[in-house]
């Protein structure tokens, strides 16, 4: 129900834009939120923007670098990451959750998810 896609390899400083594509579910009313997994770590919440779009959260790790959005008549929500880090190498998971309350940070939150894109970022 739910396409990832925009990942790829990246030099350290440059920038991705993340996309997560709903196919069987409008996101009207859905909290959608990107989740990343790296390697021997805990899948851990990045950014998340609420059922209209006005409001948002990021995670301190990425706050002031990425940039999350949602376009209604696409049925997609963005991740734009800038000034990529060597840390920032994971695989991004899009989730979304029917909530109209602030956007949940815990994955158990999130009965939606995508496939996942793998983002690496070389030094």
């Not at 840390?87 to 999130?110: G, K, N, S």
């Amino acid at each position: 129900q739910l396409q990832a896609s925009g990942g790829g390899l990246v030099q350290a400083g440059g920038s991705l834009r993340l996309s997560c594509a709903a196919s069987s579910l409008t996101f009207s009313n859905y909290a959608v939120a990107w989740f990343r997994q790296a390697p021997g770590k805990e899948r851990e919440f990045v950014a998340g923007i609420n059922w209209n779009g006005g409001s948002t959260d990021y995670a301190d790790s990425v706050k002031g670098r990425g940039t999350i959005s949602r376009d209604t008549v696409k049925n997609t929500v963005y991740l734009q990451m800038n000034s990529l880090k060597p840390e920032d190498t994971a695989v991004y998971y899009c989730a979304a959750v029917y909530t109209i309350r602030p956007v949940p940070r815990m994955r158990y939150q999130y009965p939606y998810w995508g496939q996942g894109t793998q983002v690496t970022v070389s030094s």
